[in-house]
């Protein structure tokens, strides 16, 4: 079911600036029993992207209104949240008086394997470099060709997901993921202050991980950090936590820390079970 | 008139990745007398973008044919064709089997003052960075947040025009325009090499620049090479060329170099009169 404006429909004028200019936001939400999990933290997030982008902020009691309709009952889905700037106009500029366009969907979950989670994924690293754009950081706009290429690449296929570094050759995320490695009781993380999508499920794991007896450090690391690392494991609302046993060919340690972590976000109703 | 996959139309469905990741590319047309000027060298950059994003060719005379069924005989517009992946699916890995969408649309000419072309333009020096990724140089992808946001700074929406610079401070492009620069008989401007749009006027002016006496020299500038030029001019398919009077408050000099290329651009019918 999609809900577009809050009208059932499955359909949007070609002349939404969401399809032109990729001007909008989106949240990729995990439905369990009829409910949409973290799901203030992905409000926040997309209030947050409105904010930057200059685009009217969509009320919270409308789209929780919206989504417990387009969620129904659903025992296992995914709610996808998109919010454009609206249609009209021709040019870049927008016009301040555009009515934004609101589209709440409900789809299938993904199949991933449940042994993803347990033993972990092979990932690869790729080619496409995901950019400095200090204006665009931490939200979850639409220009996402960046991470459709470097899941396009020759040999991404095979792996359950994508490493993206930056021009400098520091490795900042997965192409649908965040990146993290333990270091002892040291837990390490991108700081992603100009780059990349601050994950909702990133934010839980900072605010879990004193709690774990964990010290966070948010910074740079390239590719021999991961390899020297204790666990390199990967974060997002629908994978919850995937341990990395294996990175371009060469073997990592999958530790009992990413287990550990997964355990308490299924508990907290962070990521799906 | 829009035509959707070559039916009257004027919406695309809610799950096209156009819409959800900005997978795909586009075009903008001047027509004049019910032809799309320059034709030729926008449907080959569309070609050149749809190797790039690994996107099915669309068929050149597919797309002449629908153009000439949109426009008809408009005696003066615009013609924009937008061409994604197409819908289907989840996730950033595009399934190879997706049908792309094609959407051909006829839109009115800006009004853009005549007097941009003949006393120039004041333009500003935008905040929001230009950024610099070789997957996606040159081509005219649907992924222009950037671009939106550069003219939707505050001060920006005075000028006619938003320079953006790339985050080592050397200006790169226009908003929706390529940059040029004089300096005596000798015609400079931005490489492109990994970064922005390679325009189709800007293609046709580096072919005929030679036929006026110019030496091409495509390198980085920076602003004071701006400040210390004989002209500084901007160029895309609809406004033609507009030469610069003004940059960010400091007055520039408009000479005769830009009103002879504009005059033999619209000779040569790559630029409406």
Redesign the interface.
Known sequence: M?L?NGVP???????????????GL?ETIAVIAGAALNFDAHLSRLNLGCQR??ISVPGDNLLRHEASQVIGACPRG?LKI?F??GGGG?????DPELTPTR?L?L??A?DYPEENRVGGIIAGIC???V??????AGIK????????????ERG??ECSESLMLD?HGRVQTG??SNLFLLRGNTLVSPPLATIGVAGTVRQAILKIAPELGWKIVLEEMVLEDLYAADEVFLSNSLIGIWPLRALAGRALNVGKGSALLLKRLIHDGVVPP
Chains 1, 2 share one sequence.
């Open positions: 999609i577009i429909g499955d359909s949007i004028p070609a002349t939404d600036r969401g399809l032109l200019y990729g001007d989106f982008l200059g995914v998109i454009t700037r021709r040019g870049y500029r927008p589209i969907m789809q299938t993904p080619h496409t470099r950019v400095d754009q200090p204006e665009l706009h639409l220009n996402r060709l960046p991470h459709v290429l470097a899941r396009n991404q296929a021009i192409s649908m």
